[in-house]
């Protein structure tokens, strides 16, 4: 039987935000830290962020993995993101754990992110592409933007700026589509915004 969690937990990183950021992206929020192999966004091994952006950008699903195959390379990715200027960052800042693991359905988020905040600190960005459906739920509540299907995007205007909007396949292993097939719609995405 699981254990109910009360206990509201605050984000435990900063927003990654690199100079001249052209895109954000968000998550809901991070696994437990007892799960993570990294400090760093997505640092669950069994998360398939980084092995999406080793097969684009490298060809090599474990080009992000460090030589002890334990943990992801925090200096590599953090480079990495610098210079193709992508930005990170959750759409909650305050949740509460229904279970204590890292699933979306179990995630009561008690603050959200000001993203509107977070896109006014990135004045180069052009889009914004969320990597879940809580994400995506918890967005559309501050930014007046349709939800486009899953691998695709819809135009948006923030604050006189025009924007995209992408709804991301989740890179957690409980999404069901081949860690190649992600990779494909995450490709399409970056060409689609001229960071790969």
């Not at 995506?136 to 501050?142: A, I, S």
């Not at 899953?150 to 948006?156: A, D, H, I, L, Q």
Request: aromatic content about 10%.
């Amino acid at each position: 039987m699981s254990t109910q969690i009360s206990a509201t937990e605050r984000h435990p990183l900063q927003p990654f935000l690199p100079k001249g950021a052209r895109l954000l992206m968000l998550g809901s929020f991070p696994p437990p830290q007892k799960r993570w192999s990294m400090d760093f966004y997505y640092p669950n091994l069994n998360n398939d962020m980084w092995r999406i952006m080793g097969l684009i950008f490298e060809g090599n699903k474990d080009y992000f993995i460090e030589a002890t195959h334990k943990a992801f390379g925090k200096e590599r990715i953090v480079n990495f993101l610098t210079e193709k200027k992508i930005a990170l960052f959750d759409t909650a800042t305050v949740v509460r754990r229904v279970k204590d693991n890292a699933a979306d359905q179990f995630l009561e988020i008690v603050e959200a992110t000001d993203i509107c905040a977070l896109l006014r600190q990135l004045d180069k960005c052009q889009a914004v592409a969320v990597t879940g459906q809580k994400a995506m739920d918890t967005l559309r509540l501050q930014l007046q933007v349709e939800q486009p299907p899953v691998g695709k995007s819809t135009e948006f205007v923030f604050e006189t700026r025009p924007m995209r909007l992408f709804r991301m396949p989740s890179t957690s292993r409980a999404y069901p589509l081949k860690l190649e097939s992600k990779a494909v719609m995450y490709e399409g995405m970056l060409k689609g915004i001229g960071i790969r």
